[in-house]
């Protein structure tokens, strides 16, 4: 698409970093444009990560680890190296300290076993919020029914904020351990992470902090909000399905049982009996996805060039235009908090089309792809009393000719079901 | 595709249903929900003589979803039993007349969904089990 936006990046104008996205240049039904609005499901991928893995594939792979062969060495180099991007990206003190899962979920799945399951005992307290996603909800609700433990919950405000006053009044509850998202994929909503874990770490509880919708899009650093445990997804981030990574403290790490018994994250194997590799491999058990890690490498150099603070001024820019010309349609509902408190997303609902009915007239009329549901939040939907609603979210690729475009569809909509 | 994806007969019969509501003594009733989006349909069916006497359907979702229900229960009044077991994916299509891809398939096929489990739960056919299939 052609893009007259005069916006540039770290530089480079937004149309320059379009062309590393070959996908921005397709068509849809016939020959529109492609429209993404959805990267808060998974974001697009640019030619630097593509080529990292198809590099790999071509050149070096090998199994990790063990191999005591050139090829075998390099890939292992490659991916340790992956590891020490990513750690450096969340400024987290070591590298061992980040463990490559599969995306988020795993990740805090991982916790809610392994941490879980050696903390956690009957009528001890986890509070959550209720604008979690499916992914740090229901691990917890899974540990809760093996341990007996109780789940709370801080309740958000109309405009999708978290009630931090009644969150001050969980904590004198001493839960053992408080785990919510630093950004809503919902409303969009930024929560105030930093003082929110220092209030659950003066009341004596570990913090995990479910970063899937902010690693892509905020400046993040491990040590400076003193997270305990951290997720994300690489897919959200540029980078490729398949991989994430779990960071955490390295004490809590080192006396966490494993998760998953495999190679790769053992010391010594006896028949009855083994012990563990140290970390990261002790949470890494079978061959791990090392061209994803390669291509997560890839995806982190590509947003450190950059630059985190760029990337979120830019969404902050096209956020605000989004915010003003959706307000300024007709009938059209927006949930969540003003554009200085979140990040690139926008839910929404046009008076009573459905959502599904919404995205599949903006895919067929113009060729706008946003996500219409409960977006893994049914909890929260049901405190807002919604059965769904459209999403429309943006990245570094996002233009205001795409924002122009997609409220264009929604008056098509509006028109088609005669409001 | 164009405008008429939404056509007028599909937008008719979602903002004014046939057959809407409820049945006071139904010989059959049934329900089911569609949780990914929020659809969710009832239907009331009075049978007499081996015949679909009456029927009402209730719900609320998108416009697929809602349409086809309307639809649906204009093609099953006055119909035998027989006839309206055998009634398919394919005669949802045919009346609706759009494409349906897989992601809006099951808010098309919802009130079929409804009104098969509705015979099966009076034992008039067997429970299938069509949502095991490969789409
Ligand atoms: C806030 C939040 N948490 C967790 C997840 C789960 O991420 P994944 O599906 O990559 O595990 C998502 C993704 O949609 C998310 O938005």
Redo the contacts between chains.
Sequence with gaps: MVTSTSNSLAGRTIAEIRKDFPILERTV??NKPFIFLDSAASSQKPIPVLEAMDHYYRYSHANVHRGVYEVSEEATAALEKARVKIARFIHARQSKQVIFTRNTTEGINLVAYSWGSANIQAGDLIILTEMEHHSNLVPWQLLAQRTGARLEFVPVTDDGQLRLDIYTQLLEQQPKLVAFTQMSNVLGTINPAKAMIAQAHAAGAVVLLDAAQSAPHLPLDVQELDADFVCFSAHKMLGPTGIGILYGKKALLEAMPPFMGGGDMIRTVKLHESTWNDLPWKFEAGTPAIAEAIGFGAAVDYLNALGMDTVRQHEQEITTYALEALQAVPGVTIYGPEASLRGGVISFNVQDV????LA??LD??VGVAVR???HCA?PL?DRYDL??TARASFYIYTVKEEVDILVQGLQ?AQQ???F | MSMDYYREYILDHYKDPRNYGTLESPDIHSEDSNPLCGDQLNMDLQIEDGHVTEVRFQGRGCAISQASASMLSEMIEGKTIAEVIALGKDDILEALGIPISPARSKCAFLSLRVLHRGLAIAGLEKPNDEDDEDE
Excluded at chain 1, 354 to 357: A, K, M, Q, R, V
Aim: proline share 5%; hydrophobic share 35%; charged share 15%.
């Design positions: 039904h016939g459905h959502p599904h009915d599949t007239i067929q009329e219409a549901g409960h049914q939907m059965a769904a098509k088609i079901f005669h």
